[in-house]
């Protein structure tokens, strides 16, 4: 049987140095707090009937962990990979091993308007969105479209 956002929450995964959120270059990333960003997602997943399971991390294999949760447990993820967006493989394969359920990639700021490097995400060859430059609000984008998604059937049997 499919996870509905009823039967099991969203994972929302976020990288490192995103525990310094409304501290760290505001000015790129905003005056939001990691605490702030949690509240919004549980009122976005609250307004389709579910709820999330907010995590961070600035370990690359406790991501990877948990990734491997979510493909058992949840009913999609929205991650937040931040630096290792651009570096990490690990993360990517995690991800693809999370078949049938929803993907979809978030970032603060607009990577594509910022430094070359950051042009590249090896999570976006597996998410089934990629929201970028929406601030804060761009996760209650990402939780919305884990629910249409959800609800649309595409999540993990």
């Known amino acids: ?78 991650i937040n990979p931040a630096a290792y967006s651009h570096t990490s493989v690990a993360v990517l394969d995690a991800l693809n091993t999370c078949d049938g359920l929803p993907v979809v990639e978030v970032h603060l700021s607009n990577i594509h308007r910022r430094e070359e490097f950051r042009h590249h995400s090896y999570v976006s060859l597996r998410a089934d969105a990629v929201i970028a430059g929406c601030g804060a609000q761009g996760y209650a984008f990402a939780v919305e479209r884990v629910a249409a998604l959800a609800a649309e059937g595409r999540a993990a049997t």
């Open 1 to 78: 049987m499919p996870r509905t956002l009823a039967s099991a929450p969203i994972m929302i995964l976020n990288g490192p140095n995103l525990n310094l959120l409304g501290q760290r270059q505001p000015e790129i990333y905003g005056r939001d707090t990691l605490a702030d960003i949690e509240a919004l997602c549980v009122k976005a997943a609250a307004a389709h009937g579910g709820t999330v399971d907010f995590r961070q991390s600035n370990h690359e294999g406790e991501l990877v962990d948990w990734i491997q949760e979510a493909r058992l447990h949840h009913a999609g993820i929205v």
